[in-house]
């Protein structure tokens, strides 16, 4: 496989499951600040601009709540987003790092509304923008907005940190003989049903030119490692684009 290029903006997805780290629920802030230390030192030592996407799974997720209307469910999940992105901006500026959050849901008196000329003047100003509220409509996931978001700021690449080294070919928890991908194509992810990220976020994905790496988020070094261009993961794409 060719050496992967190194990137200047990349939109960095994290599930809010990954935020509860070692609980059942709630904030890890453990994670959160190993986490802040890692996005700290690649910003320090590359430049690279970072914009962060973020799930509420660890508080409630829209699609599982049975007992209500869907769009009401999905409104709740974007508040749950928004309490996790108020968190890691906290921890964030508490460690040096200047921090915006936008919303796509308006609530002013915690966050600024979406603008697309906005983020992207944050970034160039070397601010890491969180994005909450996931795309401010219900019926879509925050794999969705990751990739809307991404495409909006022209992000170079989308890093879906996982808890598990990339894509395989079945679940490595539950199957000893899965396979790890080093790389795949947009169509193969939608065709195998592989689980990248969802149908739509994937096909964004592959209207705009965007590649995906799915990535260890647990493992010290690896957003740096992946930032730089090192074969970390699982590469998602058309299948041209893997070098600089």
Known sequence: MQQRRAYKRVLLKISGEALK??????????????LTAEIAEVIGKTGVQVAIVIGGGNFLRGAS????????A?????????????????????HGLQTRVLSGLEIKEVAEGYIRRRAIRHLEKNRVVIFACGTGNPFFTTDTAAALRGAEIDAEVILKATNVDGVYTADPRKDPSARRYEEITFTQALTDNLRVMDATAISLCRENNIPIIVFDMHTPGNIMRVVKGETTGTYVGDGNNAAG
């Open 21 to 34: 780290g070692s609980l059942d629920y709630g904030i890890d802030y453990q994670f959160v600040r190993a």
């Open 65 to 72: 709540q049975q007992e209500i209307d869907r769009a009401v």
């Open 74 to 94: 999905d409104y709740m999940g974007m508040l749950a987003t928004m309490l996790n992105a108020m968190a890691l901006q906290a921890i964030f500026e508490k």
